[in-house]
């Protein structure tokens, strides 16, 4: 599985963005998937999960609220819709798949088998 994520840029806070997570291979379906950031100096952290239907999300805290997690399986693709941003929202944004298969959605990084090569989000104050 191949993942290319996309839609990040600069906005001001309390703006909106849609990020896009795009996947290749036709096992895409039977994937959680997640999306996770890391700021400058910092660890890459969960930001949401979803489960390989869409049935079930999961949100870390700081985003809970503010950000939605969907997919479409027909088009392969996830998005984050992130709205109310902050400046403390500034990262990469990475969307990774949890080769899993029907598995519930994770927090856990390590559960993730691929990644994409991340967007870059910048909330200016």
């Known amino acids: 599985v191949q993942l290319q994520a996309s839609g990040g840029g600069l906005v001001q806070a309390r703006g909106s963005l849609r990020l896009s997570c795009a996947a290749s291979?036709?096992?895409?379906?039977?994937?959680?998937m997640g999306w996770f950031r890391q700021a400058p100096g910092k660890e890459r952290e969960f930001v949401a999960a979803?489960?390989?239907?869409?049935?079930?999300?999961t949100y870390a805290d700081s985003v809970k609220g503010r950000f939605t997690i969907s997919r479409d399986n027909a088009k392969n693709t996830m998005y984050l819709q992130t709205n109310s941003l902050k400046p403390e929202d500034t990262a990469v944004y990475y969307c990774?798949?949890?080769?899993?298969?029907?598995?519930?959605?994770?927090?856990?990084?390590?559960?993730?088998?691929?990644w994409g090569q991340g967007t870059e989000v910048t909330v200016s104050s």
């Open positions: 979803i489960s390989w239907s869409g049935s079930s999300t």
């Open positions: 990774a798949a949890d080769a899993n298969k029907y598995g519930d959605p994770t927090i856990w990084r390590g559960s993730y088998t691929y």
């Open positions: 291979g036709r096992t895409f379906s039977t994937y959680g």
